[in-house]
């Protein structure tokens, strides 16, 4: 594997754990010697993929809300039940 692709991969694990990959911790995760310049470099490359993938269609917003809605309908659900459940007691 390439280097470049390996930082894209680990940019993807960092975002998918739910931080924001930064030049500190694509070295820190890096399996070889990175400079700042690489990982600023790679870091742009990631937004840039990132950005493009991220446009969605109008067919995929309206799954989108919808996909929403019926979780929105679900959670009211619950916490409609847990209040009952609350009551009861």
């Given at each position: 594997?390439?280097?470049?692709?390996?930082?894209?991969?680990?940019?993807?694990?960092?975002?998918?754990?739910?931080?924001?990959?930064?030049?500190?911790?694509?070295?820190?995760r890096a399996?070889?010697?990175?400079?700042?310049?690489?990982?600023?470099?790679?870091?742009?490359?990631?937004?840039?993929?990132?950005a493009r993938?991220?446009?969605?269609?109008?067919?995929?917003?309206?799954?989108?809300?919808?996909?929403?809605?019926?979780?929105?309908?679900?959670?009211?659900?619950?916490?409609?039940?847990?209040?009952?459940?609350?009551?009861?007691?």
């Amino acid at each position: 594997m390439q280097q470049r692709e390996e930082l894209q991969r680990i940019c993807r694990e960092i975002a998918e754990q739910g931080l924001t990959p930064g030049v500190g911790l694509l070295r820190a995760r890096a399996p070889f010697k990175l400079s700042v310049a690489e990982a600023i470099e790679a870091l742009k490359h990631f937004k840039m993929g990132t950005a493009r993938s991220s446009r969605q269609t109008p067919d995929d917003q309206a799954k989108s809300e919808q996909t929403m809605e019926e979780r929105m309908a679900a959670l009211e659900a619950r916490v409609a039940h847990l209040e009952a459940q609350l009551a009861s007691k």
